[in-house]
Nanobody, 117 residues
C-alpha cells in the first residue's frame, strides 16, 4: 500500500504564491524515481482535473491554464513531488492532489488552496 500526503495549501491573495508538497510512503521498494507523478485539483462543484505531470526523466507538462505560473518538481530521495504556484488566481481555488497518472494509488486527502482577497 502506498500512501500519499499532500500539504502546503493555504489562503492566499490573488497574485500570491504557494508551494505544495506530496510525500509518498509505503510499499515503494525504492522505485519512486521510476514513476511519473501528476498533480490534480478539484474545485467546488467540478470534476477533478489534471494540472501537471513530471516524468521519471524530469520532463514536465502542464495544463494550459497554469503554464508559466506553476512549476512541478520532485525529490526522489524524499519520495516527494512539489508544485510551486505563482501568480495565483481565484480560479486556482481547489483541493490539490497528487497521484500517478496511470494505475493510480489510493488518493490522499488533498490540500486546500484558496485564492481570495
Amino acid at each position: 500500500q502506498v500512501q500519499l500526503v499532500e500539504s502546503g495549501g493555504n489562503l492566499v491573495q490573488p497574485g500570491g504564491s504557494l508551494r505544495l508538497s506530496c510525500a509518498a510512503s509505503g510499499a515503494l521498494y525504492n522505485i519512486f524515481r521510476g514513476y511519473t507523478m501528476g498533480w490534480y485539483r478539484q474545485a467546488p462543484g467540478k470534476q477533478r482535473e489534471w494540472v501537471a505531470t513530471i516524468a521519471s526523466s524530469g520532463s514536465t507538462e502542464y495544463v494550459d491554464s497554469v503554464k508559466g505560473r506553476f512549476t512541478v518538481s520532485r525529490d526522489n530521495a524524499k519520495k516527494t513531488v512539489y508544485l510551486q504556484m505563482n501568480s495565483l488566481k481565484p480560479e486556482d481555488t481547489a483541493v490539490y492532489y497528487c497521484n500517478r497518472p496511470q494505475n493510480s494509488w489510493d488518493w490522499g486527502q488533498g490540500t486546500q488552496v484558496t485564492v481570495s482577497s
